[in-house]
Structures are given as structure tokens and as C-alpha cells.
């Protein structure tokens, strides 16, 4: 029997504890002597599921392309109201992008290859028909190519933009026909040993090195096949037979998760041998798969919830999702804690204001965990400004509570224990920019004026004194989210001229504000956390649990709050210390539940070796 030294090349070291992490599944096996409990100890791997970031459009019946960090879906049907669409997202690892569409709205379509050279081909269009219609993806558009030689719908699949197999599938009844891709043009292969369609393949396969396995219809099919550029070969079957299920990997590693109506069965392939591996969390099937059998996404299907994304991981490291808790409740009647502002993260933040006219003045400190009164501004008011933390924050402008129709243009600092007056602005103002920027170096941007509420598009800079203007919006908004600082903020969302809801961003440099990446849906009176390179936004006006997150170029789904609410209060400068509280609900319901964000982290797993 080889030793651990011949098989890892080193003896087995001994440590005063275990180490606190490991970076990579590669160190699955390795192992230690732990001195201060006598044990030997091991980072062992597992299979595991966990609930990501939702897909922008509920949807079944697509395939997907790429790999769990970089990866698409394309098309599908859509729920509501089951019409065919084109639609297209990008996954980044923990949340979906809205990229452009396909060309032809198809559904039942068949896609492989990466995201930055996907291939899409057959499917079904309306009225339903099958189609022949193909398109490669080139990380950005879809571009139509040479059709399929048999328009069919629910194929295996396998390889890349110039060399693809695509085999089986639906044209009157299920086919054994098999079709490879050179670029341009398709030519018949060899025919599949069993005719079917809606089977699953490894979504990473190549035209010389293909795999499929199970489907249907008029039953379901254990079969795997196995293509060699030049012929399919029986390999052993599933465990369990089954059809509509996703699949992702290779020939020699290849995962089969899921299937029609609604089993949460999963099989993991070894380049021989099928064994059933970790259920998912919710059976569905028709999903969006793809990836490599140690780490596969699973993204929609035929089951509630339909935008529901599932990741899966071979891996000593455990992922958990980033998520939103619920934290203290914060003092007061549901209704009356809309509107409020705040400053600081969510171990140490403050509440501002509010309304109806009796919370104007109302000032509470958030702890992590316990709301406390505090030292009240002298102003009463909401849809103010902040900035800050509650050691050195600042409040500005907003509505008067006692009086709905004053807008205000006082500034108050505070200093971890009373509040001071500071200047001015230049204008009264609120729902303007909130939480750009500290004490001395602060940002105000866009609003409604008085009289009327009227939109304004200037911008002004505090600069622990005074306000200066600094460069104007390209037009007006008010409403919107926002993070960041005086030279580096961010804005999304909001009401433009005429109160035309938007989900344009712009990005400011000190001096100029340029266009950023496009939301992937409005959000209003929504609260923005982090910076301009790395932002979150949640919830919003329609009192949507949405949550979006930012990297300086694209917006992409990320984890949902657990009380929609719109216009209440919530910050931070980074997402790892956001906290949103109040606000008000569906039907003017507002709720006082505070929530708080942590960020996504990976711990690995350590396991003792015993001997009895």
C-alpha cells in the first residue's frame, strides 16, 4: 500500500491547530496532526447545493452554456404568460446579467460552448414550429449562422462555435439523427443508438468527445451515450431513468441533475459509472444547466420558484451565498417609520427623521442588534440627505414634516453625541442623492425644489463648511439610489423629467457625470450601499425584494431582502455593512424590520481521521 508521503510527496505535518482555510479543492485529502487534540485531521470534500441570485426573467424549457463563473442562458418560455422569448442572461458566479437577445425568441433550444463563444441551435418558434435557426454568441451579441440541416427541438449537444455536434431531438417524433458544425456549415453524423430528445449532455463536451444520457419521450431513457467524432457508443446507464433533467461536464466527469415534472435526483458520472451524489434543494425540470460537474448551475425551470438559481460544488469549501437577515425592530408604528434616512454600516448606524410630522425629529443609533434613542436634529424633516458615520455624519435638505409643502435646505453635523449647524445650500431640496461621501467631502445630486417639487439636475459639494456647486446631472432625477464618494459616486434608478421611472446609472468623477451600466429592472426609493466600482442596490418603491450589485460596468441579480418596502432607510460604504430598515410596503403597510447583509464566504471542511 503506497504511504501519504508517496502519494503527496511530503510526511504529515503537526500542528498547534487546525488551519483556518483552504483555498482550493485541490487540497481535498490533505491531511495533519492537530497536537492540541491528538487527532489527525483531514479537509474532505462534499457535494453540496446552495441557493444563489435569481434570474431576471422566470422562465423553462432553456439550455444553458459556459461554465458556473461565466455562463448563459438564452431564450426559453416565459412565466407569465407562457409566450417564447429570447431573452438573455449572463451569470458571473453570484448573480445574472441582461445581455442582448437572440436574434429568432425561440424555446426548447439547445445551446453549448462558452460565454464568450456560445452556440445556440433549434428549438421551437411560434406558432409552436420546430426551427433550424442557429446563432453564435460572442460575449456580447448573438449573430445568426447556418442553419441546422433538420429543424428539431430538444437535442444533446456538445463542442464549441466551430466544432459542435448536436445529436437527437424532437422532429415529428424523438430522432436518432446526429449533425456536426464546422463554423459554417452543419453535415450528418452518425446516428445515436436510441432515438430521443429532451436528454440531458455535458454542456462542456466536444465534437470529438460528446456525452449523453437519459431523455425521452414515451418513456424515460437510461441510455448514455458516448461520441468519438465519428461514432456513438452504449456506455453504462443512469441509475435511475429519467427525462428533461440538465446536465454539465465533460465525456469523463459529467453531472445529470433534475428532471420532468419536478425530481430533485442527481447522478455524477466518473468516465464509467453513474452514482447518485446530493439532491437538490427543489426538484424541477426544463432548467437552464450548465458548467463542470464539480461546480454546475441550475437556473429556472418548471418549478416554483421559476427564477430560482441553484449552484452545485465538489469542493472541501462550503459556499454560502450572500443574504439579508433580519436584525432589531426598529421602535414605532409600521406606518410612521417611512422615509427615514441613515448614515454608517449596519454594526453602527443612525436613523434620521421621518414621517408623519411627529418622527421628523426622531434620531435612533443602531447597534447590530438594538435600536437606542439618541440626541435629535433640530429640523424636522425626510427625503433628506446623509452622509457619514455616527461619529462624524451629516444630514441635509428634505421635506418638512410639519409642513409637506416646505422643502429645507439645512445642513446639521453630528458628532457622535449632539448635533451642530453647517452650512447651507444653495437651494431647498430633497430627494436628492443620499449617501455619497463623509462629513468634509460629501455629495448632493438631482431633487425636487420648491415651490412645487420641481426636478433639478444640479449637484452640489460640502466640504465641512460650505456647499459648492459641482457638475450638473445630464437631466434631472430625483428618487434615485445612490453610493459612493464626492469624486467617485454612483446613481441608479430614480424619476427623470416628467416622472418617467428609469434604470439608466451615471458615474461621477468630481466633475462630470458619464453613463454607466443599465439596471436589470427600475428600482425607486430603493437604497444604495458600497462604491462606484463595487455597489448594491435593494429594494425600491414598488416594494420589490430586489436587490442588484454593481462591478464598475454591469448590474447582476443579487440576494433578495425578506420584506419588500420602498423609501425607507438603509447604507453603507461597502456591502458587507449594509443595513435597510423601515420603509413602506404593499398596500402602505410599512414595516419596521431591519435587515442586514453578509456578504458570500466559503469555509472549508475539516474532518477528523479515527481509527476505531
Not at 580 to 590: D, M, W
Request: net charge negative; proline share 3%; with cysteine.
Amino acid at each position: 500500500m503506497a504511504t501519504y508521503r508517496e502519494i503527496k510527496g511530503l510526511n504529515v505535518s503537526s500542528i498547534s491547530a487546525d488551519p483556518p482555510t483552504a483555498s482550493a479543492a485541490s487540497q481535498a485529502g490533505e491531511v495533519w496532526y492537530n497536537s492540541s487534540t491528538g487527532k489527525l485531521k483531514v479537509f474532505t470534500a462534499f457535494d453540496t447545493w446552495s441557493t444563489s441570485a435569481p434570474i431576471n426573467t422566470a422562465r423553462q424549457s432553456q439550455y444553458g452554456a459556459g461554465l458556473s463563473t461565466a455562463g448563459l442562458i438564452a431564450g426559453g418560455t416565459l412565466f407569465p404568460p407562457g409566450a417564447f422569448t429570447g431573452a438573455t442572461e449572463e451569470y458571473n458566479g453570484s448573480g445574472w446579467i441582461t445581455s442582448n437577445a437572440l436574434t429568432t425568441p425561440r424555446t426548447n433550444n439547445t445551446s453549448a460552448g462558452i460565454i464568450t463563444a456560445a452556440i445556440c441551435a433549434g428549438g421551437r418558434t411560434p406558432p409552436p414550429a420546430s426551427t433550424a435557426v442557429t446563432e453564435t454568441y460572442d460575449g456580447s451579441s448573438w449573430t445568426e449562422v447556418g442553419d441546422l440541416g433538420t429543424a428539431r427541438y430538444d437535442c444533446g449537444a456538445g463542442g464549441t462555435t466551430t466544432a459542435a455536434i448536436w445529436a437527437g431531438g424532437f422532429i415529428t417524433a424523438a430522432s436518432a439523427l446526429s449533425e456536426e458544425y464546422n463554423g459554417t456549415a452543419w453535415t450528418e453524423g452518425s446516428d445515436i443508438n436510441q432515438a430521443r430528445a429532451a436528454m440531458g449532455y455535458a454542456n462542456q463536451g466536444t465534437q470529438t468527445a460528446a456525452l449523453i444520457f437519459g431523455g425521452g419521450p414515451g418513456g424515460a431513457y437510461a441510455q448514455t451515450e458516448l461520441y468519438n467524432g465519428t461514432s456513438w457508443t452504449e456506455q453504462n446507464d443512469l441509475n435511475t431513468a429519467r427525462q428533461a433533467g440538465s446536465g454539465a461536464g465533460t465525456s469523463t466527469f459529467a453531472l445529470y441533475y433534475g428532471s420532468g415534472p419536478a425530481q430533485a435526483l442527481v447522478e455524477l458520472y466518473d468516465g464509467s459509472s453513474w452514482s447518485e451524489t446530493t439532491n437538490m434543494s427543489t426538484g424541477r425540470g426544463d432548467a437552464g444547466g450548465f458548467g463542470l460537474a464539480d461546480a454546475a448551475i441550475c437556473a429556472g425551470g418548471n418549478q416554483s420558484p421559476k427564477t430560482q438559481t441553484e449552484e452545485f460544488a465538489h469542493s472541501i469549501l462550503t459556499y454560502t451565498p450572500g443574504s439579508w437577515a433580519t436584525g432589531g425592530t426598529i421602535p414605532g408604528t409600521n406606518y410612521a417609520q417611512q422615509e427615514r434616512g441613515t448614515l454608517g454600516t449596519k454594526d453602527s448606524t443612525l436613523s434620521i427623521g421621518g414621517s408623519p410630522a411627529p418622527l421628523g425629529l426622531n434620531t435612533l443609533e443602531y447597534d447590530g442588534s438594538t435600536w437606542t434613542s439618541i440626541n435629535n436634529i433640530s429640523v424636522k424633516s425626510y427625503y433628506g440627505g446623509m452622509a457619514g458615520t455616527t461619529s462624524a455624519g451629516m444630514k441635509w435638505g428634505g421635506v418638512n414634516a410639519a409642513d409637506s409643502s416646505n422643502l429645507d435646505d439645512a445642513t446639521e453635523e453630528y458628532d457622535g453625541t449632539n448635533w451642530s449647524n453647517g452650512g447651507d445650500l444653495s437651494q431647498v431640496v430633497a430627494k436628492m442623492a443620499c449617501g455619497m461621501g463623509t462629513q468634509t467631502a460629501a455629495l448632493s445630486a438631482g431633487g425636487e425644489t420648491d415651490p412645487s417639487y420641481t426636478d433639478t439636475l444640479k449637484v452640489e459639494e460640502y466640504n465641512g463648511a460650505s456647499w459648492a456647486e459641482g457638475g450638473d446631472l445630464p437631466a434631472t432625477r430625483y428618487q434615485a439610489s445612490y453610493m459612493g464618494t464626492q469624486t467617485a459616486g454612483l446613481g441608479v434608478g430614480g424619476y427623470l423629467t416628467g416622472d418617467a421611472a428609469t434604470l439608466t446609472s451615471l458615474e461621477y468623477d468630481g466633475s462630470t457625470w458619464t453613463s454607466g451600466g443599465d439596471a436589470n429592472e427600475v428600482i425607486n426609493g430603493g437604497k444604495g450601499f458600497g462604491t462606484q466600482a463595487d455597489g448594491m442596490i435593494a429594494a425600491g418603491n414598488a416594494a420589490t425584494t430586489t436587490s442588484q450589485t454593481y462591478d464598475g460596468t454591469a448590474w447582476a441579480t443579487g440576494a433578495s431582502i425578506n420584506t419588500g418596502r420602498g423609501n425607507g432607510g438603509g447604507g453603507s460604504t461597502t456591502a458587507a455593512g449594509a443595513v435597510f430598515f423601515s420603509g413602506v410596503g404593499p398596500g402602505g403597510v410599512g414595516p419596521n424590520a431591519t435587515e442586514q447583509y453578509s456578504v458570500a464566504s466559503s469555509a472549508a471542511t475539516v474532518s477528523s481521521i479515527d481509527f476505531d
